[in-house]
Structures are given as C-alpha cells and as structure tokens.
C-alpha cells in the first residue's frame, strides 16, 4: 500500500506519524517529504516528518535485519531526532559533469551523528523547512 493510501485509511498524515513514533501530547506535525536516506548499504526510500519537536525518517517498506540469533527479521526502518539536539542542517549539491546535480540535505546532531539525506521532489523547500524547525528550537521565545 502506498503512503498516501495507508495515511487515508489512518486517518491522515498527523495520525500515521503518531502510530509511526513515540511523540510527546503537544507534538504536532508541520510537514513531511519523500526522500531517500542514505546508509552504508545504499539509499532506502522513505518519509521525512518534521514535527515542532523532532524531525523522524521512517522506510517506506520493512528491510531485511539479522536477529542476534541469526535469523532474518524485517523491520522499518526508523530514525527519530529531537529538533534540540540537531545543530545543523546543511544543504549539499554536487556538481558532476553530467548533470543534474545530486543535491543532499545533511542533518548534524550535537553528539557528532550526521544523516544524509536526497532525492527530494522540492529540495529548497526541504532545506527552508527543516532549517526554519531547527531555528525555531534555538531561538527563546521572547514575550511581546
């Protein structure tokens, strides 16, 4: 079932986001983008979610994992990062010869982890909205 299939028989994005992660009772879900997150054995395909409190990557199918007994095992795969403990968002694009260029978001964590992700359908939108969710997590609220 596709992801927008499965949100709709959820009851929607905000809805399959909360059954997907723990989240806190105030959380709310600001956006979500269809990406690929690339690990050390290739780019799995998935969902990048950007609440008011973390930004979380779930796969779009459940990979292949070997138990600690040796068996095979398949779980989603899944990445959850309070947007407090994230210091960078840093956008990438790679020239090659031919193009188009391959372009990237690189997300830095304060204890020196750092998740790459690509393939957005709108990569400076991508960039502007998960910048914008770590600033606002930096910035104090200043009472007017």
Same mark, same amino acid.
């Given at each position: 079932? =596709?992801?927008?299939?499965?949100?709709? $028989?959820?009851?929607?994005?905000? $809805?399959?986001?909360?059954?997907?992660?723990?989240?806190?009772?105030?959380?709310?879900?600001?956006?979500?983008?269809?990406?690929?997150?690339?690990?050390?054995? %290739?780019?799995?395909? %998935?969902?990048?979610?950007? $609440? =008011?409190?973390?930004?979380?990557?779930?796969?779009?199918?459940?990979?292949?994992?070997?138990?600690?007994?040796?068996?095979?095992?398949?779980?989603?795969?899944?990445?959850?990062?309070?947007?407090?403990?994230?210091?960078?968002? =840093?956008?990438?694009?790679?020239?090659?010869?031919?193009?188009?260029?391959?372009?990237?978001?690189?997300?830095?964590?304060?204890?020196?982890?750092?998740?790459?992700?690509?393939?957005?359908? =709108?990569?400076?939108?991508?960039?502007?909205?998960?910048?914008?969710?770590?600033?606002?997590?930096?910035?104090?609220?200043?009472?007017?």
């Amino acid at each position: 079932m =596709n992801l927008t299939a499965k949100a709709i $028989s959820e009851g929607g994005f905000e $809805s399959l986001y909360k059954q997907t992660f723990t989240t806190y009772p105030n959380e709310k879900l600001k956006k979500r983008f269809t990406c690929y997150l690339s690990t050390a054995t %290739g780019p799995v395909a %998935g969902t990048l979610y950007l $609440s =008011n409190i973390h930004a979380a990557f779930c796969s779009d199918r459940p990979l292949s994992v070997a138990a600690p007994s040796g068996q095979e095992t398949w779980s989603y795969y899944k990445v959850a990062v309070p947007l407090n403990k994230i210091v960078g968002v =840093n956008p990438v694009v790679m020239r090659e010869k031919n193009p188009p260029p391959e372009k990237y978001i690189q997300v830095v964590t304060v204890d020196g982890h750092d998740f790459w992700f690509m393939g957005f359908v =709108n990569f400076d939108k991508a960039v502007k909205h998960l910048s914008q969710g770590i600033f606002s997590m930096v910035t104090p609220a200043v009472a007017v």
